[in-house]
T-cell receptor, first 112, second 117 residues
Framework: DAGVTQSPTHLIKTRGQQVTLRCSPK?????VSWYQQALGQGPQFIFQ???????QRGNFPDRFSGHQFPNYSSELNVNALLLGDSALYLC???????????FGPGTRLLVL | GESVGLHLPTLSVQEGDNSIINCAYS??????FIWYKQESGKGPQFIID?????DKRQGQRVTVLLNKTVKHLSLQIAATQPGDSAVYFC????????????????FGQGTILTVHP
């Protein structure tokens, strides 16, 4: 049973560029949440997707956007990258109506 | 906004000892809590969860205790092993903004557990 997968594992970008991160949920899950984890901090909720719609959003600017596809996979897009966007981006999947979220390995983004 | 915090940022124990990791939460409306283990370079791994209508739940070598009166959560690890060395996070489900199905998790800062052989 495949767990949550994310790609790429690492990414280096420069300020002002745009980035797209990808996530495939755990088999049988239909809900995807994205988190940002700065070094030495706990993950912070960005947003959650269910039925291809953003259902809930954390305190992140509009530069952060996402998408969910009919197969439940998801993308996180970040525009106009800032140095402060450097972090580990985590995807978590769950089943609608069940709180337990399972995390992927993350994508390490470095903005220079 | 509401947040979840940890009392002890680091904990060092000897192999075979029992470990207790504590967590304080401030949102009295939270009804679901979860513990994760995160090893270096990896994503958080689910350990155990508990709903607010319970005060104790046991898993394999782990026990979570919930004290709603003082808004305190703890994770007990029995017979701690070197492989248990990691950062441990508690998180709460923010159900107040849309029901439990939305599942926004609010994380604490984390506790670094180091197990010495």
């Amino acid at each position: 049973d495949a767990g949550v997968t994310q790609s790429p594992t690492h990414l280096i970008k420069t300020r002002g560029q745009q980035v797209t991160l990808r996530c495939s949920p755990k088999s049988g899950h239909d809900t995807v949440s994205w988190y940002q984890q700065a070094l030495g901090q706990g993950p912070q909720f960005i947003f959650q997707y269910y039925e291809e719609e953003e259902r809930q959003r954390g305190n992140f600017p509009d530069r952060f956007s996402g998408h969910q596809f009919p197969n439940y996979s998801s993308e996180l897009n970040v525009n106009a990258l800032l140095l402060g966007d450097s972090a580990l981006y985590l995807c978590a999947s769950s089943l609608a109506g069940v709180e337990t979220q399972y995390f992927g390995p993350g994508t390490r983004l470095l903005v220079l | 906004g509401e947040s979840v915090g940890l009392h002890l940022p680091t904990l060092s124990v000897q192999e075979g000892d029992n470990s207790i990791i504590n967590c304080a939460y401030s949102n009295s409306a939270s009804d679901y809590f979860i513990w994760y283990k995160q090893e270096s370079g990896k994503g958080p791994q689910f350990i155990i969860d508990i709903r607010s209508n319970m005060d104790k739940r046991q898993g394999q070598r782990v026990t979570v205790l919930l004290n709603k009166t003082v808004k305190h959560l703890s994770l007990q690890i029995a017979a701690t092993q070197p492989g248990d060395s990691a950062v441990y996070f508690c998180a709460e489900n923010d159900s107040s903004t849309g029901g439990t199905s939305y599942g926004k998790l609010t994380f604490g800062q984390g506790t670094i557990l180091t197990v010495h052989p």
